[in-house]
């Protein structure tokens, strides 16, 4: 079941907003993941089992190892999953 009210739209907005911020997609990513995992520690959204799995993979595709840069093939994966969780928010 969806989260309603207001915080839970303005929580949505602000995923979407990150979303679409210039900058570095990966940077993006980090942001956007980091405001929805927030969200979700303060009950504003629901996390569902979709969103949990495209949370997971966005995590994967945001690894590296100290030192390391992530370029081209991190950022589009980032970009296809986030744009997957701003689907899947319309159920959280």
Request: glycine share 8%; hydrophobic share 45%.
């Amino acid at each position: 079941m969806a989260s309603h009210g207001p915080a839970a739209d303005v929580a949505r907005a602000r995923f979407r907003e990150r979303l679409e911020a210039k900058g570095h997609a990966v940077d993006n990513a980090r942001q956007a993941a980091a405001g929805l995992h927030a969200d979700i520690a303060a009950g504003v959204l629901e996390r569902t089992p979709t969103l949990g799995l495209f949370l997971a993979d966005l995590e994967r595709a945001l690894e590296q190892d100290e030192g390391q840069k992530l370029g081209g093939k991190s950022a589009e994966a980032a970009r296809f999953i986030l744009r997957a969780i701003s689907r899947e928010l319309d159920n959280a």
